[in-house]
C-alpha cells in the first residue's frame, strides 16, 4: 500500500513539470528502443545461419574442379572436371572422419510435361549426395542404388518444378522430358525455400548420376585417362547402344546390362574396368563433426594431390571449401550491426542516467522544504529515500514504455528494408524494461539519498 501512495505521489510530482520528464525519459526511451532491435535483429540473423546450415547440410565440406591447363592454356575449372567417381569412393575409404561423401554432375535445361515446360538447374548426382544435403522427399521417394547402378531415367523434382509442370498436383508416376528424352517422375522434394541471396532452393530436378552422364548426349563426359590403381578395384560398363530411347521401367533386356556391377558380397565396393571412373563437377562431403572439419579438408587435399599425380610445385586442380563459411561472414557482419547498436544503446542509457539523476537533484533542491516538512511531522528518512526511488523509477518506466512503442515502429522498418522474417520476441521488452529500471534506481540513488539526509530544522528555520 505504501509503494502505491509513493507511485501516486511520484506522478504528481513528475506532471509538475511535463516538458522536463518527457525530456528526461526520451534518453531512456531510445536506450529501450535500440536494446530491443539489438535482440530482434540477433535472433533473427542467429536463426537464419540455423536454417540456412540444415538446407546446405551440417559440416559439409564441398571440393569442386578447378581450372586446368592444356598446352600452356588455363581452361575453366568445368570445361574438363578434374574430379571422378574414383576420388569419391577414396576419399569414402580412406578417410576415417567422413560420414557420407558423394559427387554431383551440373547440367541445365528445359523440363517438359504436355504443353507447359520449365527450365532449371539438372544434377546428376550420387544417392549419397542427397543425404549429405539433406534432401528427403515430401512425396514418392528418392531414386535407389540399383536406379543408379542400371542409369535408370528417373527423375525427384524440386517443389519448385513440381509446381510449374504440375499446377494440378500428382506429378509421382508421371512421365516428363527433359531435352526430349522421357523420365518417369519418382519423387518430390521437400521445400527448402531461398537463401538470403535469393536463390530458389527448391528450383532444381536430380537424377541418377549415371543416367545424367550416360543417358543425355550433352552431359557425357568419360576420362580415358590410364587409371591403373583404381582399375585394380574397380569395374565399369557402357550402356548397350539405343538405351536412352526405352522409357524408364521397360523390360528391354538391353536395359539390364548394369552400369555399375552388383555388389560382391557385404561392404564390397563397386568395382569398374579398365575405363577410367566418369568425371564430377564437384564432391560434397560431411565431416562426423564440426571439430573434423578442418582435419578432413587436409587430409582430402593430401589425399586429391596424391590421385592426381601433383608435383610439389604444381597448384591444386581442385577447390575445397566450408559449405557454412558465407553463413559465418554474414553472421560475423550480423554481430558487427549488433555491437554497434549496443554501443548506441550503452551511450543512451549513460545519457538517460545522467538526465535522471539531473532532474532528481533538481527535484530535490526545489522541494527541501516539503522534505522538511515531512520529515517533521513523522516521516522517516527511509519514507523519503524511497520516495524519490519511486519517482526516478516512474520516469524509467515511461522511457522504458516509449522505447517498446517505438521498437515496434523501427522492427516494421527494419522488417520493410532489410529482414522481412523479424521477430521481436516478448522477453526482449521484458529486457527493456529491466535495463530502464535498473538505470532509474542507480541513476536516483545519489539525489534520493541526498534527500533523505535533509535536516528539517535547518530547512524549516531557513523557509
Not at 535445361?109 to 539433406?134: C, K
Not at 522541494?367 to 528518512?381: F, K, S, T
Amino acid at each position: 500500500m505504501l509503494l502505491w501512495r509513493n507511485f501516486q505521489i511520484a506522478l504528481r510530482s513528475l506532471a509538475r513539470h511535463p516538458m522536463r520528464t518527457g525530456l528526461t525519459a526520451l534518453g531512456l526511451a531510445v536506450a529501450a528502443c535500440a536494446l530491443v532491435t539489438v535482440i530482434a535483429i540477433g535472433r533473427t540473423v542467429e536463426q537464419r545461419v540455423i536454417e540456412e546450415a540444415e538446407r546446405l547440410g551440417a559440416n559439409v565440406i564441398a571440393v569442386t574442379a578447378s581450372a586446368r591447363r592444356v598446352a600452356g592454356v588455363s581452361l575453366g575449372g568445368q570445361t574438363r572436371p578434374s574430379l571422378d567417381d574414383g576420388d569419391v569412393l577414396a576419399i569414402r575409404r580412406e578417410i576415417e572422419e567422413v560420414e557420407l561423401a558423394g559427387g554431383v554432375w551440373w547440367s541445365g535445361g528445359p523440363l517438359i510435361n504436355g504443353n507447359l515446360n520449365w527450365t532449371t538447374r539438372i544434377h546428376g548426382v550420387h544417392p549419397e549426395y542427397l543425404d549429405v544435403r539433406n534432401w528427403h522427399a515430401e512425396e514418392g521417394r528418392l531414386f535407389s542404388e540399383r536406379e543408379l547402378a542400371l542409369a535408370e531415367k528417373v527423375v525427384v523434382l524440386g517443389r519448385t518444378v513440381a509446381e510449374k509442370l504440375f499446377p494440378d498436383g500428382g506429378p509421382i508416376g508421371q512421365s516428363i522430358r527433359i531435352r526430349s528424352v522421357p523420365f518417369l517422375v519418382i519423387g518430390v522434394l521437400e521445400s527448402k525455400g531461398q537463401s538470403a541471396q535469393g536463390t530458389d532452393y527448391d528450383d532444381i530436378a536430380f537424377l541418377p548420376i549415371t543416367t545424367a552422364r550416360s543417358r543425355m548426349p550433352t552431359m557425357r563426359a568419360v576420362d580415358v585417362r590410364n587409371m591403373t590403381g583404381v582399375a585394380q578395384s574397380m569395374q565399369i560398363g557402357t550402356p548397350a547402344a539405343g538405351a536412352g530411347d526405352q522409357p524408364a521401367g521397360s523390360e528391354d533386356p538391353r536395359r539390364q546390362r548394369p552400369l555399375f556391377a552388383a555388389r560382391q558380397g557385404a561392404g564390397a565396393d563397386r568395382t569398374y574396368n579398365q575405363i577410367a571412373p566418369a568425371m564430377v563437377n564437384s564432391i560434397h562431403v560431411r565431416a562426423v563433426s564440426s571439430e573434423a572439419v578442418p582435419r578432413v579438408r587436409e587430409q582430402i587435399a593430401v589425399l586429391l594431390r596424391q590421385r592426381h599425380g601433383l608435383q610439389p610445385e604444381q597448384p591444386d586442380d581442385f577447390t575445397i571449401r566450408y559449405m557454412s563459411e558465407g553463413l559465418e561472414a554474414r553472421h560475423e557482419a550480423a554481430r558487427t550491426l549488433q555491437a554497434t547498436l549496443l554501443a548506441v544503446t550503452v551511450v543512451a542509457l549513460v545519457v538517460g542516467a545522467i538526465s535522471v539523476a539531473n532532474v532528481m537533484l533538481a527535484s530535490v533542491t526545489e522541494r527541501r522544504y516539503e522534505i522538511g516538512m515531512r520529515l517533521a511531522v513523522g516521516a522517516r528518512r527511509r519514507d523519503i529515500l524511497w520516495q524519490f526511488l519511486t519517482e526516478a523509477l516512474a520516469v524509467a518506466g515511461v522511457g522504458a514504455v516509449l522505447g517498446i512503442l517505438a521498437s515496434l515502429v523501427a522492427g516494421m522498418a527494419v522488417a520493410s528494408a532489410l529482414l522481412p522474417d523479424l521477430f521481436i520476441p516478448v522477453w526482449a521488452h521484458a529486457a527493456a524494461l529491466l535495463a530502464a529500471a535498473c538505470t532509474g534506481l542507480l541513476a536516483g540513488l545519489p539525489p534520493a539519498l541526498r534527500a533523505a539526509r535533509v535536516d528539517p530544522a535547518v530547512t524549516l528555520r531557513n523557509g
